[in-house]
C-alpha cells in the first residue's frame, strides 16, 4: 500500500516565524489532506490538496502530485499553532486515508 | 448539528473484558471511517462503511473487533476479550459522498485504557 513520510519530525519555532512542513508519498495518489491535532487530540481538517495550491488565511498548502509531495506553509506562526501536523493520502485503488507520522509543533511567545 | 460525536470519551477495562464505542456522524454523511492511533503515530485505518455496508477491514482488525452500522446511522466499534495491546485513542471520522473529493472530518475519540 501507499507510504506516507513526513518531515522534519519535530519543530520548535518562536511566534512570528514561518516554517514548511513536507509530505511524501510513495504512490501516485487522488487525495491528499492536512490535519491539524490540537494539544487535546481533535483533529481538524485543514486542507484537501489532491493537487494545486490552497490559501487559508495564514496556512497555505501546495500538493505536486507528480512528483508524490506536499507542503504546508505556516506564516506568522502563532502559539495557538501548537501541536501534531498530519498528511494522509489516499491511492485510486481505495477510499482510505493513509496518515504520515506527523510533525510536532511548539510555538513559544 | 455539532460535528461527529463519539462516546464515551475515555474507558478503562480490564484485560479480558469487552467494551463498546459507539460513533455517530454529521447528518448525512454516508461514509464513516474508524482508525486507531497510539501514542506519537498518526493514525491507522481500521474499517469503513458506506451507509450500512461495510467495504474494507485493515488486517489491524482481528476476530476480536467487529463494528457495526445498522440502518446506515451511528456505528458501534465493540473489542471483545481486551487485551493491554488495544489501548490506544480510537477515532470515528464521517465524510460525505466519497472520499475521494470531500474532506473527513474527526470526532474528538474514545481513550482506551485496557490494565
Known amino acids: 500500500g501507499i507510504q506516507v513520510e513526513q518531515s522534519p519530525p519535530d519543530l520548535i519555532l518562536q511566534e512570528g516565524a514561518n516554517s514548511t512542513l513536507r509530505c511524501n508519498f510513495s504512490?501516485?495518489?487522488?487525495?491528499l489532506q492536512w490535519f491539524h491535532q490540537n494539544p487535546w487530540g481533535q483533529l481538524i481538517n485543514l486542507f484537501y490538496i489532491p493537487s494545486g495550491t490552497k490559501q487559508n488565511g495564514r496556512l497555505s498548502a501546495t500538493t505536486v502530485a507528480t512528483e508524490r509531495y506536499s507542503l504546508l506553509y505556516i506564516s506568522s506562526s502563532q502559539t495557538t499553532d501548537s501541536g501534531v501536523y498530519f498528511c494522509?493520502?489516499?491511492?485510486?485503488?481505495?477510499?482510505?486515508?493513509?496518515f504520515g507520522t506527523g510533525t510536532r509543533l511548539q510555538v513559544f511567545p | 448539528d455539532t460535528g461527529v460525536s463519539q462516546n464515551p470519551r475515555h474507558k478503562i477495562t480490564k484485560r479480558g473484558q469487552n467494551v463498546t464505542f459507539r460513533c455517530d456522524p454529521i447528518?448525512?454523511?454516508?461514509?464513516l471511517y474508524w482508525y486507531r492511533q497510539t501514542l506519537g503515530q498518526g493514525p491507522e485505518f481500521l474499517t469503513y462503511f458506506q451507509n450500512e455496508a461495510q467495504l474494507e477491514k485493515s488486517r489491524l482488525l482481528s476476530d476480536r473487533f467487529s463494528a457495526e452500522r445498522p440502518k446506515g446511522s451511528f456505528s458501534t466499534l465493540e473489542i471483545q476479550r481486551t487485551e493491554q495491546g488495544d489501548s490506544a485513542m480510537y477515532l470515528c471520522?464521517?465524510?460525505?459522498?466519497?472520499?475521494?473529493?470531500?474532506?473527513?472530518?474527526f470526532g474528538s475519540g474514545t481513550q482506551l485504557s485496557v490494565l
Open positions: 471520522a464521517s465524510i460525505v459522498g466519497t472520499a475521494v473529493n470531500e474532506k473527513l472530518f
Open positions: 494522509a493520502a489516499g491511492s485510486y485503488n481505495t477510499d482510505k486515508l493513509i
Open positions: 447528518s448525512e454523511h454516508n461514509r
Open positions: 504512490d501516485s495518489v487522488n487525495n
